[in-house]
């Protein structure tokens, strides 16, 4: 007779199942955190939207539909974006390490080691930065944030960019 049972387990367990990490931290929940960065996603497209329009609408009288026209338009709509980000959230990231959003759903962003909030810049440039940047090149800007936000569907319910900035979302 065989003594290899085929039903034992052949791996651990990556991460609690109640949802805490290895520092006994309570993790946001995907269904959280999806919550908080639409709350996140609907303030700026509210606050963005009528901006953009008129933007739109102000480079289309000064100049033609030139390709360089259109690039001007985009580059000039993404820094509105990210100034309107900072507007609205700066602060909250600068002193509680979270958005709008993430205050709704009461949960923050720390570091996953030292499990406190981590300085500003550092945590716009690492976090956010990187993939504001790629969201401009053709193509690949839709594809690397679709593939960022897909993978909070691992075992440690991180995203890419968590996994960049080496940060965690917890509840608190």
């Not at 900072?86 to 923050?108: D, E």
């Not at 936000?149 to 995203?159: E, G, V, Y």
């Amino acid at each position: 007779m065989n003594d290899v049972n085929p039903y034992s387990p052949t791996a651990e367990v990556a991460s609690d199942p109640f949802g805490y990490d290895a520092s006994g931290q309570k993790l946001a929940t995907r269904g959280e955190r999806f919550l908080g960065a639409l709350i996140d996603w609907i303030i700026q497209l509210i606050l963005v939207l009528p901006l953009a329009i008129g933007l739109g609408i102000f480079v289309g009288m000064q100049m033609s539909e030139s390709r360089a026209a259109s690039l001007i338009a985009e580059l000039a709509g993404g820094v509105m974006g990210v100034v309107i980000f900072l507007a609205v959230n700066g602060y909250l990231l600068a002193t509680q390490g979270r958005t709008v959003g993430k205050m709704v759903m009461k949960t923050r962003i720390v570091d996953r080691n030292t499990n406190q909030i981590q300085p500003f810049w550092p945590l716009i440039l690492k976090r956010y930065s990187w993939l504001w940047l790629l969201t401009l090149i053709p193509i690949v800007g839709g594809i690397i944030p679709l593939i960022d936000a897909l993978m909070i569907f691992r075992a440690n319910i991180a995203c890419l960019h968590d996994d960049v900035a080496n940060t965690k979302v917890i509840k608190g």
